[in-house]
């Protein structure tokens, strides 16, 4: 006896638009019973997850932070991911871009440069993102090496290099050792989008990337490029699309938007380079890409949800004393329940009970 | 994890003016007090006995007091966490990694009735302050015993990261062992990672395969000491008492003891006497205190506990002067016949005879 999935020849947008709010709600449920069994409130933890952090535009804004770096990586990877190029070094990329842009701002540090610092930081940031997720870009084009392997183990050529850096040549000679460079000047700071915000201007950017990103991938050649690709490389090739050209354009964006974020949180959110300037972002990206379907629009809200997940799962530390750890089981509950939502609405299930089995 | 340096002691110092000058603190009959934590509370080790210590305050003044903590939080994005304890009403915040400093120092501005506590960082303000503990006091006795136990003449340490503070550690450690075996070794391993049980294992392990027989660390799990005694070796617990992990390796354990320190502070919030400041404090203030000497002869007991109560007094320094580096260079002498807390707090380099070159 055993399970078998079989395409659905046909599948209604509705039910496809319906399947992640089910998914949300199953892992609310499955959530609500686990603090139920912990002999807490469901539904005051529900409040304080979701609805206190939606009703206060404090924690809306920091939402934005949050959701921010997450959104711009995603997008970026939505690229390499819609053409079936597994880019899993985004977080090398984020830190590449923070520093080669951070370069910029040590270098003019204390001087009187004008206002071109912060826009060449975040060019530089972006060039920075780029160059290094076309290494695997080229490893696997040149030499047929996997990008996914080539693009994680770099993510540790990355960090090494940064910690290199904030603890020998670019440390704070006032520092008194301690491994993080100066504190940027203001011509090197992103800022805030209004006065006494957290909020910088790297979310624009997040939503200028999402919107010319939605143009690109439904309305241009390049979008349909990418996704026969993906679907059909044979296809892709027989219609003159070069597969190399593909793999380096869709490694350059999505290197180049992570290299934004991390030049962007650099320099509107932390003021500094230090041995760690991310918690993961290239990674949880992943899961934002895939949360919101390597949509744009999707993309988005999943960046806002797994965003409210952490506050949350920060406000239900202080607030009812929950372990963090039921934020992060909560994380993959969720992400489990969309991706089988999402799998239950392509495929039908069928229980065989004879033949194919031994 | 942290430093002291003039340009602090001036900030403190215009801190101190300002709050005596200015605000006038009111006593409270009930306060809230958070607590941000770098790793999980079951580290067994670093931020658990930080939360040993916010026990120490429930059970200190009971129904006085109300305790909160947020664990595991990364530095990189520890801004918004210490807010959220500063937004939900919390009168006494302590942040209790290094790379909380320019976070705490920012949410610190916007919230200035909230007072804040910052572990092992060198920047206060007025509703600031700082502490950390002398931690190389029981360095320099654990060098001691390993000198004294080491069957090969190769001891081994597991290091954080090359900050002062962990440097220090090394030195004091190295110093110690070689004030009773001249000829010892010393080998040193980096784990890149506060926390990390697996990566401080295998850090420990590649000490084992050369040769090392005694291992301390400075990380906050208690993984190298159990791959000492996983090995018939032996190792030193590292900011907790760590014999349930290794009955067998564990000769003593270097205890970080916040509690005292972390109860004068919150009923000073109670008092309305909080005012911002620096400590830092060894054996003799009871913040590093030694577990019970165990797994060794009588005779290296005696000598552990006699370099203890010599530190304790003030008899003993264990960075009296002449200090040399690596290089031969003698390190000149800041302090009264011993390297200032400056010298000690900024330190950057090996003391001589240390197998390793320092990571610049």
């Known amino acids: 006896m055993r399970f078998e999935l079989t395409p659905r020849t046909s599948v209604s947008p509705v039910l496809r638009a319906l399947a992640p709010v089910a998914a949300f709600i199953t892992a609310f449920l499955i959530a609500g019973f686990v603090i139920w069994l912990m002999g807490r409130s469901p539904v005051a933890a529900f409040e304080v997850y979701v609805t206190q952090p939606l009703s206060d535009s404090w924690a809306l804004q920091e939402l934005l932070v949050k959701a921010t770096p997450l959104a711009l990586i995603a997008i970026g990877l939505a690229y390499c991911f819609r053409a079936n190029f597994w880019n899993i070094g985004a977080e090398g990329q984020y830190v590449m871009g923070a520093v080669l842009g951070s370069w910029l701002a040590l270098t003019t540090h204390g001087t009187e440069a004008g206002f071109w610092v912060l826009p060449a930081m975040l060019a530089l940031g972006m060039v920075g993102g780029a160059a290094y997720g076309l290494i695997p870009a080229f490893l696997k084009t040149r ?164 965003a409210l997940t952490f506050i949350g799962g920060e406000s239900a530390q202080i607030m009812l004393k929950l372990p963090l750890d039921l934020t992060q089981a909560f994380q993959g509950i969720l992400l489990l329940c969309v991706l089988a939502a999402d799998a239950l609405v392509s495929y039908r299930v069928r229980l065989v009970t004879r033949g194919g089995g031994k | ?62 129904d006085k007091v109300e305790t909160t903590f947020v664990e595991s939080v990364p530095e990189a994005d520890s801004e918004r966490a210490i807010e959220q304890l500063a937004r939900t009403g919390h009168d006494l915040v302590f942040t209790t990694s290094f790379g909380f400093m320019e976070p705490t120092l920012k949410v610190a501005k916007r919230y200035p009735k909230v007072k804040f506590e910052h572990a092992t960082g060198f920047k206060r303000a007025p509703n600031v302050s700082t502490y950390a503990a002398k931690f190389h006091e029981g360095r320099y006795i654990i060098g001691q015993i390993a000198g004294k136990m080491s069957k090969t003449g190769t001891i081994g340490y597991v290091g954080a990261f090359p900050i002062p503070e962990v440097v220090a550690g090394i030195n004091a450690y190295f110093l110690g062992a070689q004030s009773v075996n001249p000829n010892i070794k010393l080998k040193v391993v980096w784990a890149n990672s506060w926390y990390d049980p697996a990566k401080e294992a295998d850090a420990a392990k590649a000490l084992l395969d050369q040769g090392v ?147 610049q």
């Not at chain 1, 540790?156 to 050792?177: C, H, I, M, S």
């Not at chain 1, 041995?275 to 290239?282: D, H, R």
């Open chain 2, 1 to 62: 994890m942290f430093s002291r340096s003039l340009i602090g002691i001036a900030v403190g110092a215009a801190a101190l003016a300002v709050v005596s000058g200015g605000a006038v603190a009111q006593p409270k009959d009930k306060i809230k007090v958070g607590f941000i934590y770098v790793g999980p509370v079951g580290d067994h080790g670093w931020s658990y006995q930080h939360d040993v210590g916010r026990q120490a305050i429930e059970k200190a003044l009971g």
């Open chain 2, 213 to 359: 027989d005694v291992i301390a660390q400075h990380t906050d799990s208690p993984a190298p000491l159990q791959a000492a005694e996983a090995r018939g070796k032996l190792g030193f617990g590292q900011a907790s008492d760590m014999e349930r992990f290794a009955p067998k390796a564990q000769l003593t354990a270097i205890i970080d003891d916040w509690s005292k320190y972390y109860v004068d502070r919150a009923k000073a919030v109670l008092d309305g006497t909080w005012k911002s400041q620096d400590t830092w404090g060894g054996l003799d203030a009871g913040m590093v205190v030694m577990a019970p000497y165990k797994n060794m002869p009588d005779d290296v007991k005696k000598m552990a506990e006699e370099t203890e109560a010599a530190i304790k007094s003030g008899k003993l320094n264990p960075f009296k002067c002449p200090i040399v580096k690596q290089d031969g260079t003698e390190v000149e002498c800041k302090g009264n016949g011993a390297l200032s807390d400056e010298q000690i707090l900024g330190m950057n380099f090996y003391v001589m005879g240390i197998d390793d070159t320092l990571p």
């Open chain 1, 143 to 306: 030499f047929g090496v996997s990008e996914i392997l080539t693009s994680l183990m770099l993510v540790y050529v990355a960090q090494l290099t940064l910690d290199y850096l904030v603890r020998g040549p670019w440390r704070d000679p006032q520092g008194f050792n301690f491994p993080q460079s100066v504190t940027f000047d203001p011509a090197a700071t992103l800022p805030p989008v209004m006065e006494a915000s957290r909020v910088h201007y790297g979310t624009v950017f997040a939503v200028i990337a999402i919107l010319v990103t939605a143009v690109v991938l439904g309305r241009t050649l390049f979008g349909y490029r990418l996704r026969l690709t993906g679907d059909a490389p044979r296809a892709a090739h027989f219609a003159g699309f070069s597969a190399r050209t593909t793999t380096m354009a869709v490694f350059a964006i999505s290197g180049g938007l992570a290299g934004l974020a991390g030049i962007g949180e650099v320099s509107g959110q932390i003021g500094q380079l230090q041995p760690s300037i991310s918690p993961g972002y290239g990674f949880t990206a992943i899961t934002v890409a895939f949360l919101g379907r390597l949509n744009p629009i999707g993309i988005l809200v999943a960046a806002l949800v797994v």
